[in-house]
Each structure stands twice: as structure tokens, then as C-alpha cells.
């Protein structure tokens, strides 16, 4: 079954920066496309960013393009989102997902299990 375990959120001004990792395990790592997700308390999950499994296609959503970067490390099944510029309104609970798939703009998480999630907190 597959695990998944985020790090790196943190406080940060407006306008900061973070990297936020995920370590993924019990699975075949390197054949999946993977994505980070968000949730603020009382939404819905949305997805924020795609790789696929060997990294050379991505895709963001439309309110983090040219702040975020997504990147992954096969050798040590990480998946890392660089977030600079970052805005009051990203706070939120950041997670990881494994055999993610966008479909029209939108992300899908291809995995039930999740992880803990890593709080980012944004202040203004």
C-alpha cells in the first residue's frame, strides 16, 4: 500500500518562499505520475501541480503558474513544490498523491490513501 509523507510547510510572509517535500513508498515509484493537492478547512481538495513519472510534462493550476515549480527525484522517490511568491490566501494543508491525471484542467488523485500533509501558513 502505498505511503506518502509531506515536510517542509511552514509560516512565511507574503511574498516567501518553501519547498515542500513528499516521500513516497510501496510502490513502484518511478512509473507513476504524481501531483501536490491543498485544502483549506470547509473546501474541497484542489490540485495545484502534476508531473508525470519521468518529469518531462507538468501542468499547474491557473493560480500558481510562474510561482510553482514541481519536481520529482526517482532515485529517491521525492516528489518536491517549490512555492515562491506565496499569498495569504494559499494557506491551506498541502498533500502529495501518487497515478495523478488532469483531464480538461483539472487534477485528479489517482490513490485513496494520503498522507499527514504539511501545514503552510501565509500571513499577510
Known amino acids: 500500500q502505498v505511503q506518502l509523507m509531506e515536510s517542509g510547510g511552514g509560516s512565511v510572509q507574503s511574498g516567501g518562499s518553501l519547498r515542500l517535500s513528499c516521500k513516497v513508498s510501496g510502490i513502484t515509484y518511478a512509473v507513476y505520475a504524481l501531483g501536490w493537492f491543498r485544502q483549506v478547512p470547509g473546501k474541497e481538495r484542489e490540485g495545484v501541480a502534476y508531473i508525470n513519472f519521468n518529469g518531462d510534462s507538468t501542468f499547474y493550476t491557473k493560480d500558481v503558474r510562474g510561482r510553482f515549480t514541481i519536481s520529482r527525484d526517482n532515485a529517491k522517490n521525492t516528489v518536491y513544490l517549490q512555492m515562491n511568491s506565496l499569498k495569504p490566501e494559499e494557506t491551506a494543508m498541502y498533500y502529495c498523491?501518487?497515478?495523478?491525471?488532469?483531464?480538461?484542467?483539472?487534477?485528479?488523485?489517482?490513490?485513496?490513501?494520503w498522507g499527514k500533509g504539511t501545514l503552510v501558513t501565509v500571513s499577510s
Open positions: 498523491n501518487v497515478d495523478v491525471t488532469v483531464l480538461a484542467g483539472t487534477m485528479y488523485y489517482g490513490s485513496d490513501s
